[in-house]
């Protein structure tokens, strides 16, 4: 991993960069790159204090703009769990 300064700043060296795998799905790229911020750890980023960061409010794994599904959605995926599982769907 990196090197922590004196300061409390991580340091990463670019072969370590570029050993790492790419990662395709956004917010495992967030949660990669707020790891990377934090020298790796993981409750360091759930207490990060950086509002002016535009990746702080995704940073736990999660899309907070995101709109909750519909009763439509929700009822679909029942459906559709219930159908997987096998087990009839109680109205």
Not at 35 to 40: A, K, M, W
Not at 59 to 80: M, T, V
Request: glycine letters at 6%; a neutral charge; proline letters at 10%.
């Amino acid at each position: 991993m990196g090197e922590i300064m004196e300061d409390g700043d991580c340091v990463y060296t670019e072969p370590e960069r570029a050993a790492r795998k790419p990662i395709r799905a956004p917010l495992k790229a967030i949660r990669a790159h707020c790891l990377e911020c934090v020298c790796g750890s993981a409750p360091e980023v759930k207490l990060c204090t950086d509002e002016n960061c535009w990746l702080y409010p995704f940073r736990l794994g999660k899309n907070p703009f995101r709109a909750p599904p519909s009763e439509k959605q929700r009822e679909h995926g029942r459906r559709l769990a219930a159908e997987m599982h096998g087990t009839p769907l109680v109205d």
